[in-house]
């Protein structure tokens, strides 16, 4: 193998697939990308067995040059190296060349790096996602989706299910839901697909999706979804990301999301955002973290206590206020998780009573809601 | 004491204090900051027995009302939650009243917290570090001396004066000098004293010198400085910083740097930087971090090599070569030390062979010069 390349595009290109490369493993083909030249370009592979990246570099992009292959061939080279070593290299220019035994020669400027490389044979094979369930998706949105589900995912393994984000899709909406069992979020959006495809119970890891998340690009670009067995693949651009999905059966969550409410409440995202961080200063030094909200027609107060440290009290404007009075508590840092991905300056709230679950809600916009079960407090 | 302050005075004397507050102590008032009210204005302190900050915040600066002491008094509040939560105040103005029980009143828009306080009498006082060893001195100079001395410091406490900066006072001219015995970093530089001021073997921790130079305003003022028996104070602004000094007796460097030399060589600092960083990403995996200089007229080769992950070889640019070729290997951290502080785009470094420390110098100023033992490669 043998290559010359811009030394801003390789580094780019092993930023983007670094993010799957094993940090913990004792397998040492698995802390390595895997570099392939052809006559085609330049593809580069990581994978820790539980996601894949997989990204492409052409030889050219209209009419431009990026990579020059003078020889075909391929080897997989320690991430961590590679990664600070391109970072600092002298010049603009970095070739790549291949010698015997897997030792890879690395120049740039006066500068020439030798490593030993590993046998890319070794190097585990991406899955073959290939499937009719295949949607299309705006990446801003799907990051928004990400963003405003995973806050909610389980982080407790005794239940491995609900440690991913459940997937379903009916007449082109695409839904994700989360929940720990202490609080829900539920997104939904209309996407590309074909009007019969169907399909639940999609478990993709709430970690595979933070990393796709932080692989996204942050102008808006389209990215396809295919889902197979236990497999779930994201392709945008020049890069393809691969999942594992969660065996198993998800929950019914529909039937926890209450359908009738006693207390209605608009208030501000931010006012109450600002406030509840205010109070969960108090809050993390109580047993529960928990927050008080004391709600009544002409008053929203949030409030909290520690025998150490102190308290807190706080009013902030309410709108529009309908049904009874309502002295309700939760875990302060679940009402900051789901304020936080808000978009929209105002929401309502609806509470059942002071020990059901209540929903926050966009006032004009039924794609998120986040449900949050109180604490007893009394 | 009750007064009023705007949040962003507040929040900033807070800022500054809060660097000498105990992380880790089982003396409940050393986590706390001294808040003092009276009618000249407000006074905060912290102290972890090793350094104490103090610092005053008049209530009028140029005609403008800072604070308002309606009452006076004193407190001690937990740093951690005092600057939190000031620094989530929703309004520009802080209501700050302490009233029975130490019960402390934060009122800010309409959030207000209920803090339990220490009794200020239990706050250990700063000592009253006075004498005739004065000295003042440019506030960038003192922080440029800290940054050049203190990275040669030992962080090994077998020989506690060695963790310290000694600092030396002759005609005019302040030197630092630090060592860990297989570097020695030295700086002088002019300040103004009284022409009989002298003093040697003040040993100044370089832990305190390091968080002193975090507090120094960026924007270049004057710092005067005040020697007594066990304690030192630098004095600038409205802040007094103190510092422990270590007792016992600084070794003398003087003999330790050689007085004639085989080999000069000049090169450009951010190359040879440049090149030994990359030779380090391979060192830093051998034994003892060990890259190799091969010096001769027409080359000035940086290598290194690992046996696990490979090697790299460098050749950078060098002027005004003179005397014998060489062959030297050091510990590439300490090359690493002694360029990053170094502001000139060009250094002189003299060698009295391979076994013998060698010299990195300014080309035309004797104030900074850094020493480094070599490390045996064969």
């Keep these: 193998m043998k290559l010359l390349i811009e030394r801003g595009i390789l580094l780019s290109a092993i930023q983007n697939v670094q993010r799957s490369v094993s940090t913990k493993t004792t397998i040492p083909v698995l802390s390595g990308i895997k570099i392939t030249a052809t006559h085609e370009g330049l593809q580069m592979t990581a994978t820790d067995l539980e996601t894949g990246i997989e990204t492409h570099i052409p030889t050219h992009i209209e009419d431009q040059e990026h990579v020059q292959i003078m020889e075909e061939g391929s080897i997989v080279l320690t991430a961590r190296y590679l990664f600070e070593i391109v970072r600092k290299l002298p010049h603009s220019q970095v070739e790549l060349e291949v010698k015997q035994n897997y030792l890879t020669i690395i120049r740039s400027g006066s500068s020439e790096f030798n490593l030993h490389g ?15 369930q295949i949607f299309s998706t705006s990446s801003l949105v799907l990051k928004e989706m990400i963003r405003q589900t995973v806050p909610a995912v389980s982080t407790e393994e005794i239940r491995p299910v609900l440690t991913g984000v459940v997937a379903s899709m009916q007449q082109g909406e695409l839904r994700f839901v989360a929940t720990d069992s202490h609080r829900l979020a539920q997104r939904n959006a209309r996407v590309e697909a074909s009007a019969d495809l169907a399909f639940d119970n999609v478990i993709i890891p709430g970690k595979s999706l933070s990393e796709l998340s932080r692989l996204l690009p942050d102008q808006d670009s389209l990215v396809d979804v295919v889902i197979a067995d236990n497999q779930i693949l994201f392709r945008f651009g020049q890069t393809k990301f691969y999942s594992r999905l969660i065996d198993g059966q998800y929950p019914d969550t529909s039937r926890i999301i209450p359908a009738s409410f006693k207390t209605h409440v608009h208030v501000a995202t931010k006012s109450l955002l600002d406030a509840v961080e205010r ?14 909200l004391n709600i009544k027609a002409d008053q929203f107060e949030i409030s909290s206590n520690s025998a150490d440290v102190g308290k807190v009290t706080e009013n902030i404007a309410a709108d529009d206020f ?56 009394y």
């Design 322 to 377: 309908s049904g009874e009075d309502l002295l309700i508590a939760c875990n302060a840092k679940y009402l900051i998780d789901a304020l936080r991905v808000i978009e929209s300056d105002k929401i309502l709230i609806e509470f059942t009573g002071a020990m059901s679950p209540f929903l926050i809600k966009l006032p004009d916009n039924p794609d998120y809601i986040h449900l949050i079960l109180p604490i007893r407090i």
């Design 279 to 292: 109070a969960a200063l108090i809050a993390r030094d109580n047993d529960n973290n928990v927050v008080r």
């Design 118 to 132: 590993l046998h890319a044979e070794e190097f585990p094979r991406l899955p073959q996602v290939s499937g009719d």
